[in-house]
Nanobody, 123 residues
Framework: QAHMVESGGGLVQAGGSLRIQCTPSGRPFTSYAIGWFRQAPGKEREIVAAINWAGLLTYYADSVKDRFTIARDSGSNTIYLQMNNLEPGDTAVYYC????????????????WGQGTQVTVSS
């Protein structure tokens, strides 16, 4: 069954940086938008960033603007989330998902998910 595979999470101090990545499994999803989501304990899952199939359009949640960058490498079919100036509030399990449909990247229908990767930011 097609799904996404996340990697690169870990423990980092506040103010530090981390890059997590996502690769598709089972199908390439080259025509899909890809979104990064996160879920902290006791909180609802929220979208963090998203990128369209061509890598030309991006979306960022207000909480991560100017700190996180999403990028898509078509050659390796890998989607990256570069996270800088991390804060303890960024601690969560980060998921990537492939989405289809029209409209804003934050409202696409994200159907294909990964298992998530833990990001922990210590103060």
């Amino acid at each position: 069954q097609a799904h996404m595979v996340e990697s690169g999470g870990g423990l980092v101090q506040a103010g530090g940086s981390l890059r997590i990545q996502c690769t598709p499994s089972g199908r390439p999803f080259t025509s899909y938008a890809i979104g990064w989501f996160r879920q902290a304990p006791g909180k609802e899952r929220e979208i963090v960033a998203a990128i369209n199939w061509a890598g030309l359009l991006t979306y960022y949640a207000d909480s991560v603007k100017d700190r996180f960058t999403i990028a898509r490498d078509s050659g390796s079919n890998t989607i990256y989330l570069q996270m800088n100036n991390l804060e303890p509030g960024d601690t969560a399990v980060y998921y990537c998902a492939a989405g289809s449909g029209l409209g804003g990247l934050e409202t696409r229908k994200y159907d294909y998910w990964g298992q998530g990767t833990q990001v922990t930011v210590s103060s």
